[in-house]
């Protein structure tokens, strides 16, 4: 089921390929329904690599994502939860409720020690993957 | 570390997880707020910057369920969740629940009360070190195993010859019903006190927990002289006799009057050689002395019972064969022919499979299999429940499906209900089990010698939660796998009727109606074939009388009458005084009163010689009492020919036996009953030959349901303390036996003043009355018929109900069409007829199918039965007619609604 918010796509944009190829999963697939694992394992690494800057909750986090990638990724917010709750359980990130910033408690998710080494781990991964589909694409 | 923070998480995930959920609210409304306060500031209108955000965000729901999903424990949750879903749900409708919980307590309880006798009986494990490797040796012959292992020279040739067996143990079986009189701190403590060999223990694998075991003499498995006054205490006769004395080692106690000292004491629990039942009184043991007698070969040397170890992975077979060989070689050292034909051969056996007769456990089996069918039909009528149930909850189901639950979920639910019930029933059923068990305590003591209150054990309980779970499944499986695949849809629909079944449904129920009724038929017609057995046992001709006739089973403490002539020092005083007893008409002496198993001695002639009568008399075999004349007074027995004792026949008078009619056959040959008369048969004494003066007529003495055995009959006024006859019939036990015309239970306390009076040691001996000896003496197929009568009319009510349920049911979906009938001009009578019509072909093919099962299965009782055949044709007549008539009757009220049907009325229902 196609959701029928995608946003306009401008020219300059398109000069990020892998992160257009992303966009169109990330849009189609987070409507209804579970994400596919491709989509799982880079929303993690987004996740991951948000936090590893500082401990944020999870608006800010998907306020960062949307800033960090210039407004090319459009995580459809809810999508970001099921993802924080699943890193938590398994021992990536760790939470903490704390004021935020308006004066209200939030949850502020934060990295752990053994998130970072999964961080590097899946940053690899990715690289290793976007690689693999350059050469399938940048030879046809 | 990752590990312990992954661990308090998930801990944390399952004790706080109502919080959990709370805070998870608040995140994603906290970040909805965000959001919304965003678009706010870049200028939307409050309903635009809520709509935009929601947009952005997804469905909170959806998220959060998702959310949700990830978190640690989600099985235990919804597991949780069913269960609470379920209990409550049951608990909205208490009718349903309250029912179907009876009926499978019913279901669960009878194999619970089974399985525990089973249990205990059949699959006790023996306390000794490798229990499976001991195995008990009994010679044997051209008539079968003797019954006892063998004399001392043949064990002990075993024990040098074998090889395959690691080690050979012996021990008295003759006295081990005799009673020994023990002193005690408290008095006098009856116990039994079995003679055993020196290498008893080691061979069994087990020590004593305090002092030492017998040491060993110089011959093989004999006892060393200095332990010859030693004796062993179990561990009951220690805590109860002595009070757990620490220094009890070395103590000097009188044992039947002669002074023993204590050397060791067996560990709690070890009760050799009753290890299969409890004996009636606490255990000690005596050494075994082999005297110089017992090394030559001779005539009537005493026997024991060997027990053996298999050497290590030896198999029974082998054994048996090498001990073969050996006894051919050792029977040839016996002095006559007959004799060698008697043990030349061996028998072997494990030691388990002695302890429990072979009839008892065919007939545990079968019962067990009798409440496993009860079990069956319990589970059927449920399921059948459970089917009305799901089809009148189709709305229910179908909206939760049309929501999102899955069949899955929705099977899980019902099962989840299915559960519950279950786990309800077997408590319920537990309860039920301890209850019949105490209302069977009696039976159980006389047919298996358990003598302790029955509990269930850790393996029966694990037997039972398993048993629970797979009730839950079958019953309640198929109803919710139909229940999650009827279509969603057409259940929704405005129109259509809340709850309806298709007519696949129908056809169902009444398969399971149909398999109800032929199993309830199976245990109906066993419970038929074991009335009619017990009736005619009941109506057996015994041959005398039993009715007011009192009885105690008194043990005779003989030792304090050494050197005395008992008869005129006890018996006749106690006869006397008993004979005076005000309502008493009279009273009688006998060692064993008829059908009495306390103290049977057999008679046999020791005939030497190979002709045909010598043969013959040897192999009579006779039940020998010793009895005062007024037993005929008391049982009112007739004589065949001649006389009975009277007072006439003294120690000065010429000596008399009585015998009976099986003797004169089994003994002469002949039926003639005139020739024995006057003939000599047994030796009073030196130069006292007695002469046979009366035949007796047949009565069923050993058992009722065998045939009369020979019988001899000595007066015991005639038996004087010099006669062989006197140690072998006086000082063990006695019955007296009393006919009087007052009520046994006012009667009882003044008899046992009485025999108090007479000796201390008199006051605890067993009261009972004839008739209840009689009684106990078909107590298997006593206690197989109750235990059939019970699971017979469980199994009968359960199959009305499930009668009763599905036409009332029936009749309640067919009102309009019933009422629409009547409209158009079907009379009542047609009415009542056509819903009679539906109960009546389930019946038919149920009896049917039932009758085929019963044919086969009453095959399995023929062990019970007497006078009865299996496949007797009026009983499964009669029954299968009780159950028609049942059925008919249980769906007469749902034909008479049915009839009673307003038609009016029932056009506007729904």
Redesign the interface.
């Known amino acids: 089921m196609k959701s029928n ?1 995608i946003p306009e796509i401008e020219e300059d944009q398109i000069s990020t390929p892998y992160l257009d190829g992303l966009h169109i999963f990330v849009v189609d697939n ?3 329904g ?1 994400p596919s694992d491709l989509v799982q394992g880079t929303l993690d690494l987004l996740i991951l690599k948000t936090l590893s800057l500082e401990a944020m ?3 800010a986090i ?1 306020k960062r994502i949307q800033q960090l990638s210039r407004e090319v990724l ?1 995580v ?4 970001l ?2 993802a ?3 890193l ?4 990536w990130i ?1 939470a903490k ?1 704390a004021e ?1 910033e ?1 004066g ?4 502020f998710y934060s990295l ?1 020690a ?1 998130g970072r080494g999964q961080l590097q781990k899946e940053a690899a991964n990715w690289a290793r993957l976007s690689s693999a589909i350059d050469l399938i694409v940048a030879e046809a | 570390m ?1 590990w312990p ?2 661990f308090s ?2 801990l944390q ?1 399952i004790f706080r997880r109502g919080r959990a959920v709370e ?2 609210d ?3 409304r ?2 909805l ?3 919304i ?1 965003e678009n706010l500031k870049a200028g939307m209108s409050p309903e635009q910057a809520r709509s935009a955000a929601l ?6 729901a ?3 369920d ?7 424990g989600l099985w235990l949750e919804r597991a949780v969740r069913d269960l609470r879903y379920a209990v409550r749900q049951l608990r909205k409708s208490p009718a349903y629940s309250l029912t179907a919980v009876c009926m499978l307590a019913l279901g669960l309880g009878a194999p619970a009360a089974m399985y525990t006798v089973v249990d205990r009986v059949l699959l006790r494990p023996l306390p000794y070190d490798h229990p499976n490797q001991l195995v008990k040796i009994q010679e044997s012959g051209s008539k079968g195993p003797g019954g006892w292992g063998g004399p001392y020279l043949d064990l002990h040739q075993w024990a040098d010859a074998a090889r395959l067996l690691h080690q050979i143990a012996f021990y008295g079986s003759d006295n081990l019903k005799a009673v020994s009189y023990l002193q005690s701190n408290a008095g006098i403590t009856h116990v039994t006190a079995p003679i055993i060999s020196s290498n008893l223990w080691d061979t069994l694998g087990v020590q004593p927990v305090l002092g030492r075991g017998f040491k060993p003499g110089t011959d093989w498995g004999s006892v060393s002289a200095e332990d010859a006054n030693s004796i062993l205490i179990s561990d009951a006769v220690w805590r109860t006799a002595y009070n757990s004395d620490p220094h009890i080692l070395g103590k000097s106690v009188q044992l039947n009057g002669v002074f023993h000292t204590i050397i060791g004491v067996m560990p709690r629990g070890l009760t050799f050689p009753y290890a299969g039942a409890l004996p009636p009184v606490p255990l000690i043991w005596r050494p075994v002395i082999i005297t110089a007698a017992e090394k030559v070969r001779a005539h009537g040397l005493p026997s024991y019972e060997a027990v053996a170890r298999l050497a290590p992975g030896v198999s029974l077979q082998a054994a048996q064969a090498e001990l073969s060989g050996i006894q051919s070689r050792i029977a040839q050292q016996y002095l006559e022919s007959w004799e060698r034909e008697q043990v030349n051969s061996i028998v072997l056996q494990s030691y388990g499979d002695t302890l429990v007769k072979d009839d008892v456990r065919k007939s545990l089996l079968a019962l067990l299999g009798a409440s496993a069918v009860l079990w069956l039909i319990a589970c059927v009528n449920v399921a059948g429940l459970m089917l009305a149930r799901a089809s009148s909850r189709q709305r229910e189901i179908a909206v939760r499906g049309a929501l999102g639950a899955s069949r899955w979920q929705i099977v899980r639910q019902l099962l989840t209900e299915g559960l519950v019930l279950s786990v309800l029933a077997s408590l319920a059923g537990l309860a039920l089990a301890q209850l019949t068990l105490r209302l069977f305590a009696h039976a159980l003591i006389m047919q298996f010698g358990i003598h302790e209150r029955l509990t269930p054990s850790l393996s029966v309980l694990a037997a039972l939660v398993g048993l629970t779970v797979l009730t839950a499944l079958f019953s309640s499986l198929w109803p919710a796998i139909g229940a999650a695949r009827t279509a969603i849809e057409p259940a929704l629909r405005q129109g259509s009727s809340q709850s309806g079944a298709g007519r696949s449904q129908h056809r169902l129920r009444a398969v399971l109606v149909v398999a109800q009724i032929a199993l309830s038929l199976t245990l109906l017609a066993a419970c038929g074939l074991l009335l009619r057995t017990l009736y005619t046992l009941r109506h057996v001709p015994l041959g005398f009388r039993t009715d007011h006739i009192v009885v105690a089973n008194m043990s005779i403490p003989g030792y304090k009458f050494a050197g005395r002539n008992m008869l005129t020092d006890l018996y006749q005083p106690l006869l006397d005084r008993a004979e005076h007893m005000p309502g008493v008409q009279s009273a009688a002496l006998m060692t064993e009163v008829p059908l009495g198993k306390t103290f049977s001695m057999i008679y046999t002639f020791a005939a030497d010689g190979n002709s045909a009568t010598d043969a013959r008399q040897r192999e009579t075999k006779s039940q020998f009492r010793a009895v005062t004349p007024e037993m005929q007074q008391v049982f009112a027995f007739s004589m065949a020919r001649g006389r009975f004792f009277n007072s006439s026949d003294t120690p000065n008078s010429p000596a008399v036996v009585v015998v009976n009619r099986a003797f004169v056959r089994s003994f002469t040959g002949q039926d003639d009953l005139g020739k024995i008369i006057g003939t000599p048969l047994v030796n009073y004494g030196k130069n006292r030959r007695a002469i046979v003066i009366g035949v007796l007529d047949d009565e069923r003495q050993v058992s009722l349901a065998q045939q009369s055995q020979p019988e001899i009959e000595v007066c015991m006024p005639q038996i004087t303390p010099d006669s062989g006859l006197y140690k072998a019939t006086e000082g063990i036990a006695m019955d007296l036996a009393v006919r009087t015309s007052r009520n046994p239970s006012s009667f009882m306390p003044d008899l046992r003043q009485l025999l108090r009076a007479a000796s201390p040691d008199l006051a605890d001996s067993n009261l009972t009355t004839m008739d209840q000896i009689v009684e106990d003496s078909y107590g298997s197929q006593q206690l197989a018929t109750r235990l059939l009568e019970i699971f017979g009319g469980c199994a009968l009510l359960l199959c009305v109900s499930g009668i009763y349920g599905l036409l009332a049911y029936l009749v309640h979906q067919r009102t309009r069409e019933l009422g629409l009938r009547m409209a158009l001009g079907a009379q009542r009578g047609q009415i009542m007829a056509l819903v009679l019509r539906q109960a009546g072909w389930m019946l038919v093919v149920g009896s049917a199918c039932g009758l085929a099962l019963a044919w086969f299965s009453s095959v399995l009782l023929r062990m019970f039965l007497y006078g009865v055949q299996p496949h007797d044709p009026w009983t499964m007549f009669a029954v299968t007619a009780v159950l028609l008539v049942c059925g008919l009757a249980s769906a007469w009220i749902p034909a008479r609604r049915a009839a009673a049907i307003d038609p009016m009325q029932a056009l506007r229902t729904e």
Do not use: C
């Open positions: 918010h987070l409507g209804m579970k909750h999870g608006w998907a459009q459809q917010q809810g999508s939860y099921p924080l709750h699943r938590e359980q398994q021992g760790k409720w935020s308006t209200r408690q939030a949850k752990t053994a | 990752r923070e992954k998480i998930r995930m805070r998870l608040d995140e994603l906290f970040h707020d965000r959001q306060a947009r952005s965000f997804g469905n909170p959806l998220v959060r998702q959310a949700h999903d990830t978190w640690a």
